[in-house]
């Protein structure tokens, strides 16, 4: 009798269990109720989180709605996290993306970061035929794969940065901005510049172009310096600089070498100039981190308080800084990506099929976003570049505060909030005499 009713029991919780299966279904089971969301990056890092914290709040606004339309339905976002770990070592940034193919099931992709690490990564993803959406990496190579073989590459679409060849072109017309205030504040005529970029692939294209401009330029390259992304000290390299007597220091640094090299140059106060890209100061703690150093560096990055490039700008800003105590960097445009593109091209298209969304999102002008007043892709679905497209901000640290000075008046195009380019005071002092 014992017997009759433990197996009475145990059919019973059998039986239940399979009734309610969809609640009790493992994790990385999709359901047919949500669209899951990988996000990839090092998320131990200022990039990585920038990544999570944008996807997080683009899918609390959009489940707040009930979801996006799919067809008849609305459908919730269900945001997976990976950590890529891409900094450090590429083969766990692979593993990730892998995990989120084969454990997690996800239907869409954003993020990623370094380029040698982006581009593994888009084959696993392509590999499944997943729609992967760029937000950080920066080579042109990762593009331009969707024109050499589109068939397999065209589930990948670059959302943020625009590609290294474009942030030449910004850093190169900032440089010639600086240029002129060099000749009008200083009388200096034909600036000496060095180039102080960490050793990074997507980089490389970058200081070739530069090295072919600055004679087009009227300017003198003294001499270029790679240290490592995660150097701790690079006086060696500032000194460096120093001797070869260089106005303009054109910095190319997308980790924590940015941080190391502000501070030690405002230890030395280095009389030069700072123009280029130095992802670390696009945050908050930068000014922490570079003891007050900091003051004057120069980077490129997307979202400035005070900046707005659509009327949704400034309230996602204000909305993240509430929410995580800091301005989103650059890499926090996974909120554009959620938000701004692919929940449109879902609504269109009425699928979360990559095989409908992709014409889709080839041939529309997207408008939800706070990047950018359009945001558009090129035949090779990188991003397009221009005034009223994507442009990005020059950024430049102001007595401990952030400040856009760039796009002002760039082929009759001008963001509201720009404030003129500012020379360190030591600077002036030298040349001045």
Not at 55 to 75: D, H, S, Y
Not at 120 to 147: N, S, T, W
Not at 213 to 228: A, C
Request: contains cysteine.
């Amino acid at each position: 009798m014992k017997r009759f009713e433990r197996a009475f029991i145990f059919s019973s919780i059998c039986f239940i269990l399979i009734i309610f299966s969809p609640w009790v279904m493992p994790s990385g089971v999709a359901t047919a109720q949500g669209i899951k969301v990988g996000v990839i990056g090092p998320m131990n890092f200022m990039q990585g989180k920038g990544q999570w914290n944008g996807a997080t709040l683009a899918a609390e606004e959009i489940n707040a709605q009930g979801g996006i339309q799919v067809g008849n339905k609305k459908m919730k976002i269900e945001l997976v996290k990976a950590d890529s770990n891409e900094f450090i070592n590429l083969t766990d940034a692979t593993n990730a993306m892998e995990r989120l193919m084969t454990q997690s099931k996800v239907d869409f992709v954003v993020g990623g970061f370094r380029s040698e690490a982006v581009l593994p990564m888009q084959d696993i993803a392509m590999d499944y035929k997943k729609l992967f959406i760029g937000c950080g990496a920066a080579h042109p190579e990762i593009c331009a794969r969707v024109g050499k073989n589109y068939n397999r590459y065209k589930y990948w679409f670059r959302l943020t940065p625009t590609n290294s060849n474009y942030l030449v072109k910004v850093c190169l017309i900032n440089l010639a901005t600086v240029g002129e205030v060099l000749k009008k504040e200083l009388g200096i005529q034909k600036a000496k510049v060095a180039i102080v970029a960490e050793k990074a692939m997507w980089i490389d294209p970058m200081i070739k172009a530069i090295e072919a401009n600055l004679p087009k330029m009227g300017m003198e390259l003294v001499g270029v310096w790679r240290p490592s992304d995660k150097a701790t000290d690079v006086t060696a390299e500032l000194t460096g600089l120093q001797r070869a007597d260089a106005q303009i220091m054109f910095t190319i640094f997308s980790a924590s070498v940015g941080i190391t090299f502000a501070r030690q140059a405002g230890e030395l106060k280095i009389p030069a100039a700072s123009v280029g890209i130095n992802v670390e100061s696009q945050k908050d703690g930068f000014w922490a981190a570079t003891q007050g150093m900091g003051n004057y560096a120069v980077t490129t990055t997307t979202y400035v308080r005070g900046v707005d490039y659509t009327e949704r700008t400034a309230p996602f800003i204000e909305k993240y800084v509430s929410r995580f105590g800091e301005v989103p960097t650059y890499t926090s445009d996974t909120y554009g990506a959620i938000q701004g593109v692919l929940s449109e091209a879902i609504e269109m298209a009425g699928s979360i099929d990559a095989e409908k969304l992709i014409p889709i999102m080839e041939k529309t002008e997207f408008k939800k976003g706070t990047s950018a007043p359009i945001v558009k892709f090129d035949k090779d679905h990188d991003l397009v570049f221009g005034p009223r497209y994507a442009t990005g901000i020059a950024q430049q640290w102001q007595d401990g505060k952030m400040k856009g000075w760039w796009p002002n008046e760039w082929e009759g195009y001008t963001l509201k909030g720009m404030v003129p380019y500012k020379l360190p005071p030591w600077m002036i002092e030298k040349y001045k005499k």
